[in-house]
């Protein structure tokens, strides 16, 4: 299926969660904020937010530094 991913179209696995959606794509879930169809979406929600088609997810990665 086709979902935006930070506004390029991806295509993923059908039956993806949020969580394993970062795993298919290779990002450290501990370190990431999730948009999900312009709503930020809940860490307490990613194990049961199913990814469908057209969905639009913003992810943003936090660095730290000084």
Not at 17 to 27: G, I, K
Not at 28 to 47: C, G, S
Request: aromatic fraction near 6%; hydrophobic fraction near 40%.
């Amino acid at each position: 299926m086709i979902v935006k991913i930070n506004g390029d179209p991806r295509e993923v696995p059908d039956g993806l969660t949020v969580s394993t959606l970062l795993d298919f794509l290779e990002m450290r879930n501990d370190r990431v904020a999730i948009e999900h169809n312009l709503n930020i979406l809940p860490r307490a929600m990613w194990n049961e937010t199913k990814v469908q088609p057209n969905d639009n997810f913003e992810i943003v990665h936090f660095v730290g530094g000084g």
